[in-house]
């Protein structure tokens, strides 16, 4: 995502590639996801849910990106058939703790004089470090807020959103934790993983007290990323607890990097039972990007050669289903070149997210919420004008999740 202009990576971590440890033997038993996964998206019942997007940070300072804001929600519009409901917005995590608040404030400020965004919910990313120079380090700042030293700004910046009049606010609370290029990251020891959860915890209350106190509704989204492999092992060591979790959410994009599977520099095929020797060779047939997806750290001899280090949409899909928690997609997207690991037209991952979704609704999934990343800004993700020359993409995403949206 974007922070104020500022670019924040997406990529996937490609540095654990090769780092399989121990595979198991024998493919593993697929979830129930898997055979219905196969079935057309028509062929299940699903509830609908609201829709969302990234268009662009609204800008009360410069008029032209407000308007590219405005043009993008009704090109957004167009493509879906609907017109999202959410937003998703960033606190400056650039900036000291001591400034998140002023940054709030212009934030909620812009999204309530904006055309468009006064009219949605704000999906708030608020970090839980900042990286500007001279902050203590990572573990320090998990545990000055979770002892509370970092109270009113927790507080001021929910009452940033309320003194503009929002009167429904979603926070994603240290957000992507999982990942280890983002500034969230909980860390490879216990001891830095034990203070995030302390510190989402405290984050969490707090954010609650201050909205109840307001009267307004305000949920909050524990909300790791889709990835094949990760020494923070999400749905492990860093759930925080039912009582201080409203969502359980996902992020998910279609680019790619397969795990070494033990063979040379081959990767297998799930099409063809053969191996491919590149991988654009495997993104080729979309079947093999629908099983990377569902099984990112996948092997020919099994569903998860990471050892229980991949955090998959699945998994955590099904996590939100065993603790009875709505689901969300706070961000996913399709159709970015991704440094050659996604296809640049990529119809297969909006039918793909479709179906999966809606196989997990027909086994008790309460979903919540999907948010689509619809610009430019940090990666070729925008997909809804003719003159982005993504015409499957475009198509995919109106014709398999728009029907599911909630009007």
């Given amino acids: 995502m974007r922070i104020n202009g500022n670019p924040v990576v997406k990529d996937r971590d490609v540095s654990k590639r090769s780092q399989l440890g121990t595979m198991s033997g024998g493919m593993a038993t697929a979830t129930f996801l898997t055979c219905l996964a196969l079935a057309p998206v028509s062929a299940v019942a699903a509830a609908p849910f609201a829709i969302g997007a990234y268009i662009g940070g609204p800008n009360s300072s410069n008029a032209g990106a407000e308007a590219t804001v405005d043009a993008n929600f009704a090109s957004f519009k167009s493509a879906l058939g609907a017109a999202p409901t959410l937003i998703d917005v960033y606190t400056d995590y650039t900036q000291t703790v001591g400034y998140w608040q002023s940054n709030a404030s212009w934030q909620a400020y812009s999204n309530s004089v904006s055309p468009v965004a006064k009219n949605l919910v704000p999906v708030v990313g608020f970090p839980m470090q900042s990286l500007a120079a001279g902050s203590p380090s990572t573990d320090q700042q998990y545990q000055l807020f979770a002892n509370g030293q970092y109270d009113w700004v927790i507080q001021q910046v929910v009452n940033a959103w309320i003194s503009q009049g929002f009167r429904t606010l979603i926070f994603r609370v240290g957000w992507e934790m999982n990942l280890s290029y983002q500034p969230n990251y909980a860390g490879d020891d216990s001891r830095t993983q034990s203070d995030w959860v302390a510190a989402f915890r405290h984050i969490s209350t707090i954010m609650h007290q201050t909205a109840n106190a307001a009267g307004v509704s305000l949920q909050v989204v524990w909300n790791p990323s889709a990835t ?176 599911l949206v909630k009007q």
Wanted: charged share 20%.
């Fill in 228 to 403: 094949n492999y990760s020494n923070a092992e999400a749905t492990n060591s860093l759930y925080p607890g039912d009582d201080v979790v409203d969502i359980i959410g996902i992020d998910i994009y279609a680019g790619m990097y397969p795990f070494y599977d033990g063979s040379g520099v081959q990767i297998h095929d799930w099409v063809t039972g053969g191996e491919d020797y590149s991988l654009s060779a495997f993104m080729a047939r979309p079947y093999n990007r629908e099983h990377y997806w569902t099984y990112p750290a996948a092997t020919e001899w099994s569903l998860d050669g990471s050892n229980g280090h991949s955090q998959s949409f699945t998994s955590v899909m099904n996590f939100a289903i065993q603790h009875n928690k709505p689901f969300a997609v706070p961000e996913c997207g399709s159709g970015s070149s991704d440094s050659g690991a996604d296809v640049a037209d990529d119809g297969a991952f909006p039918y793909w997210l479709a179906k999966t979704i809606q196989s997990g609704q027909a086994n008790g999934l309460k979903m919540s919420f999907v948010n689509i990343w619809d610009t430019n800004d940090d990666g070729n993700y925008q997909f809804s004008y003719t003159s982005d020359d993504k015409p499957r993409t475009l198509r995919n995403w109106g014709r398999f999740l728009g029907p």
